[in-house]
């Protein structure tokens, strides 16, 4: 159990937080501009986030992080699959739960929280994903 966790947060582990803080400066603008300022809904302007983040992501954790050479549609449709799984969680669970714990708060600050734990949530569940599915390497 020790040996996977180390494996899990090796260097391809910190290029991947590297390539995160990347994807949150321009995800993260993007997603609380369209939301704050042109007053968009809470699903649009997050998941205007992810869509541009995840454009930057691939390429970036593809040949940066994960340095894979494959290509594939495959892979790219697994990379979408597990964006679009990671985020439907994240978001999905994190409105009800800072809902649930903010009870009383205005509507703005409860979705201003809510995708704040969404972004941590779903970076968790997108490195899992990327790392054991997505790119993963096969045993020799």
């Not at 809470?42 to 970036?60: P, Q, R």
């Not at 809902?99 to 979705?111: Q, R």
């Amino acid at each position: 159990m020790k040996d996977k966790l180390k494996n899990l947060l090796d260097i391809t582990f910190w290029k991947f937080i590297l390539v995160g803080i990347a994807n949150t400066i321009v995800g993260t603008t993007v997603m609380f501009v369209a939301y704050n300022v042109f007053h968009l809904s809470y699903w649009i302007s997050s998941a205007s986030n992810y869509v541009i983040g995840s454009i930057l992501s691939y390429f970036l954790n593809k040949y940066f992080t994960f340095q894979n050479k494959k290509k594939s549609w495959k892979q790219i449709g697994m990379f979408v699959i597990n964006i679009t799984i990671c985020y439907l969680v994240a978001y999905g669970c994190a409105k009800p739960i800072v809902a649930y714990l903010l009870k009383g708060s205005t509507k703005v600050l409860l979705e201003n929280i809510s995708m704040l734990v969404g972004m941590g949530a779903f970076v968790v569940l997108n490195y899992l994903g990327q790392r054991l599915f997505v790119f993963k390497e096969k045993e020799a």
